[in-house]
């Protein structure tokens, strides 16, 4: 074993990572090393064959591997070290990495590390979808893969599972390839996506069925159909030769839970402050292990936007800063980011918090400290809806105990 060491290591190559290493690049940091453990950078949009990827942040509409593809060599053209082939097995404290791959196994001492390893779909078995288990049931992921990466058709005439943003991509692969979805199956009164969204099954001749429950997948070899209840009725039969189960993300936190830095069992992935830093302070995160989940852009953006907090964290360690827990405190409320408050008024913390809601509802969203009410507005969304909420109101003078985050009023 060798150890080896550098200023920076993000452990991995997808939209978040890339766009952080070059802008640490562009701002002056030396010795930038991103770890992936796939063959080739870029993340989940290289598998995505679709528009709309870039237009915010390159100002180009590209498909998604000409996205990934752009970032990879933004990233080489900053000088940045991209390993890929490179596996992360162990976090230590501290910033030491272990590190796995094709010549061995090694450590790396970073002073700095920046976790980015991104989101995964909910599996089958995490959708207690019940049923027999034949073969053609696939997320969106791996269904890309095997369109864009591998020219495979696995199927013809496939339900997908979801309404969330993913799931209308999934369509958009399925008709790159020829196939032709029979239906979306949705558990909720609605379709997730936002309004805009709405039309576009029905344009692709894709019916939506709601309030699905009880959904069963059957067939011996391969699906032959998918069953499920929408009401007090019988039960409802498509036949389809695939299932797509898109959606539900959750942060690709196994290192996390195998370390000592503390995750919050809210989002899936690690607790941080309002400057990114986790429990270990040599440990930052960024992107959609945050929380789950964003688009690409809001990662990008993201990123690029905690460079400038990571290098000044390298310049002048903020240190062992008393902290105090933002908590989301109503049912209502399924997550905050970020989930404690460095009590510090230095500069170049994020500027909102983030949130998501368990359920439709509207009331005043409320932040209370020693049973004081620090700040509050009015608020309306839906779950997967992104909610965002001041920082600097909490960040006062003489804030010394946690704070509660209520909705107030609502329904």
Same mark, same amino acid.
């Given at each position: 074993?060798?150890?080896?060491?550098?200023?920076?290591?993000?452990?991995?190559? @997808?939209? %978040?990572?890339?766009? +952080?290493?070059?802008?640490?690049?562009?701002?002056?940091?030396?010795?930038?090393?991103?770890?992936?453990?796939?063959?080739?950078? @870029?993340?989940?949009?290289?598998?995505?064959?679709?528009?709309?990827?870039?237009?915010?942040?390159?100002?180009?509409?590209?498909?998604?591997?000409?996205?990934?593809?752009?970032?990879?060599?933004?990233?080489?053209?900053?000088?940045?070290? #991209?390993?890929?082939?490179?596996?992360?097995?162990?976090?230590?404290?501290?910033?030491?990495?272990?590190?796995?791959?094709?010549?061995?196994?090694?450590?790396? $001492?970073?002073?700095?590390? !920046?976790?980015?390893?991104? #989101?995964?779909?909910?599996?089958?078995?995490?959708?207690?979808?019940?049923?027999?288990?034949?073969?053609? =049931?696939?997320?969106?992921?791996?269904? $890309?893969?095997? =369109?864009?990466?591998?020219?495979?058709?696995?199927?013809?005439?496939?339900? *997908?599972?979801?309404?969330?943003? =993913?799931?209308?991509?999934? /369509?958009?692969?399925?008709?790159? &390839?020829?196939?032709?979805?029979?239906? &979306?199956?949705?558990?909720?009164?609605? #379709?997730?996506?936002?309004? /805009?969204?709405?039309?576009?099954?029905?344009?692709?001749?894709?019916?939506?069925?709601?309030?699905?429950?009880?959904?069963? #997948?059957?067939?011996?070899?391969?699906?032959?159909?998918?069953?499920?209840?929408?009401?007090?009725?019988?039960?409802?039969?498509?036949?389809?030769?695939?299932?797509? =189960?898109?959606?539900?993300?959750?942060?690709?936190?196994?290192?996390?839970?195998?370390?000592? *830095? $503390?995750?919050?069992?809210?989002?899936?992935?690690?607790?941080?402050?309002?400057?990114?830093?986790? %429990?270990?302070?040599?440990?930052?995160?960024?992107?959609?292990?945050?929380?789950?989940?964003?688009?690409?852009?809001?990662?990008?953006?993201?990123?690029?936007?905690?460079?400038?907090? *990571?290098?000044?964290?390298?310049?002048?360690?903020?240190?062992?800063?008393?902290?105090?827990?933002?908590?989301?405190?109503?049912?209502?409320?399924?997550?905050?980011?970020? $989930?404690?408050?460095?009590?510090?008024?230095?500069?170049?913390?994020?500027?909102?918090?983030?949130?998501?809601?368990?359920?439709?509802?509207?009331?005043? +969203?409320?932040?209370?400290?020693?049973?004081?009410? +620090?700040?509050?507005?009015? *608020?309306?969304?839906?779950?997967?809806?992104?909610?965002?909420?001041?920082?600097?109101?909490?960040?006062?003078?003489?804030?010394?105990?946690? !704070?509660?985050?209520?909705?107030?009023?609502?329904?």
């Amino acid at each position: 074993m060798t150890d080896q060491t550098c200023t920076i290591a993000i452990v991995g190559g @997808g939209t %978040s990572g890339l766009a +952080l290493a070059t802008e640490l690049r562009r701002l002056g940091a030396d010795n930038v090393v991103v770890l992936e453990r796939e063959e080739n950078a @870029g993340g989940v949009p290289r598998h995505c064959g679709h528009y709309p990827f870039g237009v915010r942040e390159l100002k180009r509409v590209l498909k998604g591997p000409d996205y990934a593809a752009a970032l990879v060599r933004q990233a080489h053209a900053a000088g940045v070290d #991209i390993r890929t082939g490179t596996t992360v097995t162990a976090l230590h404290p501290g910033g030491r990495l272990s590190l796995s791959t094709a010549d061995g196994a090694n450590d790396l $001492q970073a002073e700095r590390v !920046v976790l980015a390893t991104g #989101i995964r779909e909910s599996s089958r078995a995490q959708r207690f979808l019940g049923g027999q288990r034949p073969l053609g =049931v696939v997320s969106t992921g791996a269904l $890309q893969s095997m =369109v864009f990466l591998h020219g495979k058709r696995p199927f013809r005439r496939p339900v *997908i599972l979801g309404t969330e943003l =993913v799931s209308f991509s999934a /369509i958009m692969t399925c008709r790159h &390839m020829g196939i032709r979805p029979v239906a &979306m199956i949705e558990e909720n009164d609605r #379709i997730t996506v936002r309004q /805009i969204m709405r039309p576009y099954p029905a344009l692709r001749g894709v019916p939506v069925h709601f309030n699905a429950r009880d959904l069963r #997948i059957h067939g011996d070899k391969t699906v032959r159909a998918v069953s499920f209840l929408t009401g007090p009725g019988p039960r409802r039969t498509i036949d389809a030769d695939g299932v797509i =189960v898109s959606g539900r993300f959750r942060p690709e936190a196994a290192l996390l839970h195998a370390s000592h *830095i $503390q995750v919050d069992p809210a989002t899936g992935g690690p607790v941080i402050d309002q400057y990114g830093r986790c %429990s270990d302070p040599s440990y930052f995160s960024t992107g959609n292990l945050l929380r789950p989940v964003e688009t690409s852009s809001w990662c990008w953006h993201e990123a690029v936007a905690a460079a400038p907090r *990571i290098l000044a964290d390298l310049a002048a360690p903020l240190g062992d800063v008393g902290m105090v827990a933002l908590r989301a405190a109503d049912p209502a409320l399924r997550y905050v980011v970020p $989930q404690r408050l460095a009590l510090t008024d230095r500069p170049g913390a994020m500027d909102a918090m983030q949130l998501r809601l368990t359920r439709p509802a509207s009331g005043h +969203l409320t932040a209370m400290s020693g049973g004081k009410t +620090l700040w509050g507005d009015f *608020i309306e969304s839906r779950p997967e809806r992104r909610i965002l909420a001041p920082l600097a109101p909490l960040l006062k003078p003489g804030l010394n105990d946690d !704070v509660d985050l209520h909705l107030l009023g609502g329904r």
